[in-house]
C-alpha cells in the first residue's frame, strides 16, 4: 500500500477531527476582512518553538508566524484573564473598567497588608465592545469558549451572534478526536461557523481554554515530548498547535485565507510557580515571574498576526503593543469608524509595515493574587519598567536593555526618573479612576512573611531551580493555599435565570 501523501494525510485527519467537510460553493469574497482571533488562556511568551523553546513542537504556529508577523514586545493589559479579556474586548484599561482581577478574585487574608480593592464583576451594556462594533457594519459574529469577562451581561447581550460557551472552564478526556481542554470540539465550531456564510464577513473570536492549569493530554503526546521541561504542558501545547493547522487548513478550503486576519496570542504570561496540582509548568525565561506579576513574564504574551498581502510576512516587531489596543486596529483594518473614548491605540500602520505608536504603557494591580504577586501598578517607558508596590512604601527600577531578567534594581541610582514615572502612575490611576487598596485590620506580619518574604515567588526560576528549590516551593503554594483558599461564588437566581445559553 502506498503511504497517504502529505495533503491526503490532512484530509485524512480533518475528517477525523472534524467530520466530513460541507461542499465550497463559489462565492465572491466579502469586501471587508474576516477575523479569525485565537486568544489562549496562560500561554507564555516564550511557550511557542518560534519563540525559541526548542523543547516544543509547534509547526502549524510556527508557519503562520513564517506567513505573518510575529511580536515580541506585545502585552496583555493585566497579568490575569479576566482583566486582560475586558480590556481586549473593549478596548478600555482595566482600571477604568474597575475589572482589575480575575472574575471573582480572591478572599481577603490575614498574610495580606491591604485589603483587595472592590472590582466590578462585569462589564455594562454602556460599554460597547468589539462584537458589537463588527455586528452593527454587517459582520456574523461568534463566541467560542471561554468569556470570564462577567455572567451577566454575558456573551449574547454584548454583540455575539452565535454563542459557544461551554464555560470559564472546561476539561475533556484527551482521545485520538480531543484533547484535554476542548481543543477540537471548540475548533468544530469555528470550522461549522465560518462554512454558514462564505459571503459574509465575519469575526470568530476563538477563546481557547488551554493551557489553563489543571490540564492533560493524549498519552501519545506525552510520550513524544518526555524529554521537554513538562512533558504533558509540551503536548498540551502540541495539541493547541494542531487544532490551529486546522483551522488554517479550513480557511484555505474554503478559499478565504487571503482575506481573514488571523490573530494568535494570549490572555496574559505563563504559570511560573506550582498551582492547580501542578508542580511544573512551564517557564518565561529570560522574562522575570509570570502570570499574577507586573513583571514581564507576567505581561508580555505571545502575538502573531497575518493577513496576506497586507500584514507583512516573515516580520518580526519589537515594537511595544497593548491587548487594549485591538478594537481600535482591527476597526481600522477592516476601514470602519473609531469612535472615541477608548484607552487604546490603532497600531494598523505599524501591522501594514510602517511605525507604531510610541507612548507609555500602564498598568494598575490592586491586589493579591493565586500566584503570590503583591498589588502594585507599573509603568514602561522606552526601555524603562517602574513597579510600585501598593502594599509598603517601596519601587522599583528597571533598565530592561541591558537586564531583560530584571534582577537589578536601580531606583536607587536614578531617584529623579523615578520620581518622574511615578507622578505618570499617579496621574494615570486619577484620570482612569482606579480603585485603591484600604488597611488591612486582621494583617498577622508572621502569616505575611511566609507567603512573601520567606520565599518570594517573583524570583522563582524554574529553569536554574534545584531540587531544594521545588521542594521549598511545594510548601509555599500549601501555605498559600491554607491562608486563602479560593471559594467560587453561589450564582444568584437571577444570574442563573439570565445566563446566555449555547447557540449550538
Excluded at 122 to 140: C, H
Excluded at 388 to 412: P, R, V
Aim: hydrophobic share 40%; net charge negative.
Amino acid at each position: 500500500m502506498k503511504p497517504l501523501s502529505l495533503s491526503a494525510a490532512l484530509a485524512t485527519l480533518t475528517v477525523a477531527v472534524l467530520g466530513t467537510p460541507l461542499a465550497v460553493t463559489a462565492s465572491p469574497a466579502p469586501a471587508r476582512p474576516n477575523i479569525l482571533f485565537i486568544l489562549c488562556d496562560d500561554l507564555g511568551v516564550n511557550d511557542l518553538h518560534c519563540y525559541g523553546r526548542a523543547d516544543h513542537h509547534t509547526p502549524n504556529l510556527d508557519r503562520l508566524a513564517r506567513q505573518g508577523t510575529r511580536f515580541t514586545s506585545a502585552y496583555a493589559a493585566q497579568a490575569v484573564c479576566s482583566p486582560s479579556r475586558a480590556a481586549l474586548l473593549s478596548g478600555l484599561n482595566p482600571a477604568r473598567l474597575h475589572i482589575t482581577d480575575w472574575i471573582p478574585g480572591r478572599p481577603n487574608a490575614v498574610s495580606q497588608r491591604v485589603l483587595q480593592a472592590e472590582m466590578a464583576l462585569q462589564v455594562p451594556l454602556s460599554v460597547r465592545m468589539m462584537p458589537r462594533y463588527f455586528r452593527d457594519a454587517g459582520y456574523a459574529t461568534g463566541l467560542f469558549g471561554k468569556w470570564h469577562v462577567g455572567r451577566s451581561p454575558g456573551p449574547a447581550e454584548h454583540g455575539f451572534e452565535v454563542v459557544y460557551h461551554p464555560g470559564d472552564s472546561k476539561d475533556t478526556i484527551p482521545s485520538e478526536t480531543e484533547g484535554g481542554k476542548a481543543e477540537y470540539e471548540l475548533t468544530r465550531e469555528v470550522v461549522r461557523f465560518m462554512q454558514a456564510d462564505p459571503a459574509r464577513p465575519f469575526l470568530a473570536y476563538l477563546s481557547h481554554y488551554t493551557p489553563h492549569a489543571k490540564f492533560t493530554a493524549k498519552p501519545s503526546l506525552i510520550e513524544k515530548n518526555a524529554g521537554a521541561f513538562e512533558p504533558v504542558y509540551a503536548a498540551l501545547i502540541e495539541t493547541l498547535d494542531d487544532s490551529v493547522g486546522l483551522l488554517l487548513a479550513e480557511l484555505d478550503r474554503l478559499g478565504l485565507a487571503d482575506n481573514t486576519i488571523v490573530v494568535f496570542t494570549s490572555d496574559n504570561g505563563g504559570l511560573h510557580v506550582p498551582e492547580g496540582g501542578h508542580l511544573r509548568i512551564t517557564h518565561n525565561t529570560p522574562f522575570r515571574a509570570g502570570k499574577g506579576f507586573t513583571y514581564e513574564g507576567g505581561s508580555r504574551v505571545p502575538l502573531i498576526v497575518r493577513w496576506p498581502g497586507q500584514v507583512p510576512a516573515g516580520r518580526v516587531v519589537d515594537s511595544p503593543v497593548n491587548n487594549v489596543d485591538w478594537l481600535p486596529t482591527l476597526l481600522s483594518l477592516a476601514a470602519l469608524e473609531i469612535l472615541g473614548g477608548l484607552d487604546g491605540v490603532d497600531f494598523s500602520t505599524g501591522l501594514r509595515g510602517g511605525d507604531f505608536p510610541r507612548r507609555p504603557l500602564f498598568w494598575h494591580y490592586p491586589h493579591y493574587t493565586n500566584q503570590g504577586g503583591r498589588p502594585s501598578g507599573a509603568v514602561l517607558e522606552g526601555d524603562w519598567l517602574l513597579v510600585e508596590f501598593y502594599d509598603e512604601d517601596k519601587t522599583e527600577l528597571y533598565d530592561l536593555a541591558s537586564d531583560i531578567g530584571q534582577k537589578h534594581d536601580l531606583s536607587a541610582r536614578a531617584p529623579a526618573r523615578v520620581a518622574a514615572m511615578k507622578a505618570a502612575l499617579a496621574a494615570w490611576r486619577l484620570a482612569n479612576q482606579a480603585q485603591v487598596n484600604a488597611p488591612n485590620p486582621d494583617f498577622q506580619e508572621d502569616e505575611y512573611r511566609k507567603v512573601y518574604v520567606d520565599v518570594d515567588p517573583s524570583t522563582f526560576d524554574p529553569v536554574a531551580a534545584t531540587e531544594n528549590d521545588w521542594a521549598r516551593m511545594r510548601s509555599w503554594r500549601g501555605e498559600m493555599n491554607r491562608l486563602a483558599p479560593w471559594k467560587p461564588q453561589k450564582k444568584s437566581p437571577e444570574e442563573t435565570a439570565s445566563a446566555p445559553s449555547r447557540d449550538r
